[in-house]
Each structure stands twice: as structure tokens, then as C-alpha cells.
């Protein structure tokens, strides 16, 4: 990450009760789309059943770059899809691997493109709905819900990357 360091990053006190309030404000009947750490899976599955959530889905998001190298090299990003009550099921689900176009991580660390995360909400949430990304980063999630049509909720803890996301979004609309 070229050194640059994330809220959080370092230990997971944070991931029970962020899991436990994301359960408490989602609607019933809805999704939830979590990425995770691969080498915290462990830690992430037990946050978010403790939390209520039921796991739905998988979705593997195929890189042409290698993230990182140790053992192997990291060419791929994960998330789960997970449920509050029966949610209904998508019209045409998508498949569970999906591309991931590099952004270059102008705008943060960890940054999602926007042509990944729009086809999830766009298939997950109905028009005018509101998305919620608690770790909204630069907003990459955000700008994927105004170009499908959606509100949203974004909420980050690092001013320098709040006012990426702000600039980010200022551009679209």
C-alpha cells in the first residue's frame, strides 16, 4: 500500500459491533455485500453470523495484477453476499466470478472500481433505493450507487479520504 495505512487496519475490535449495527439499520428482507480479507475469513463469517446475517453468495473478482506476492500472488478479490431475513431473489443473478478493471488506487489504498461494484448493487437494489457503505473510502460505492440510480449512504473516518469521496462525487453529479 506504499505505506499508506488504513483506519482499523491493524486489529479487528472494530468488526463485531460494525457487523451488529450494519444487521441493526438494514432493512428486513435485503443483502448485504461484504469484501473481506482472505486470511480473516475466519474472524469476518463468525462477526457477521453472530451478528444475524445468512450467507447467501460468493463472489470472486478475477485481476489481471497481482495485488501482492508471498506464498502465491494475489490476482483476485472476494466478497460475501449476505442476507437479513429472505430477500428476493434478482431478476438475473450475476455469476459468481466477476472482472475487476484496476483503478490504480488513486484515491485510496484499497480502492474498488466502480465497474465492479455497480452490477452488484444494480442487480441487488431497485431504483431510488439506499445503499449504505459504512467504510466508504474515497466512495467508490457511492458513485456506483448515483450512476444505477440509487441513493446513498456513505460514511468514512479519514478525512483524507472523506474529501476524495466528496470530490469524487462532485464530479459525477
Known sequence: RSGRSIAGDRTDE???PACNQMYRVLKKDALLVSFYGWNRVDRFMAAWKSAGFSVVGHLVFTKNYSSKSAYVGYRHECAYVLA??????????LPDVLGWKYSGNRHHPT??????LQPLIESFTHTNAIVLDPFAG?????VAALQAGRRYIGIELMEQYHKAGI??????Q
Do not use: D, M
Open 14 to 16: 472494530w468488526l463485531q
Open 111 to 116: 480502492e474498488k472500481p466502480v465497474t465492479s
Open 138 to 142: 474515497s466512495a467508490s460505492t457511492c
Open 84 to 93: 437479513k431475513g429472505r430477500p428476493a431473489l434478482p431478476q438475473n443473478p
Open 167 to 172: 470530490e469524487r462525487l462532485t464530479a459525477v
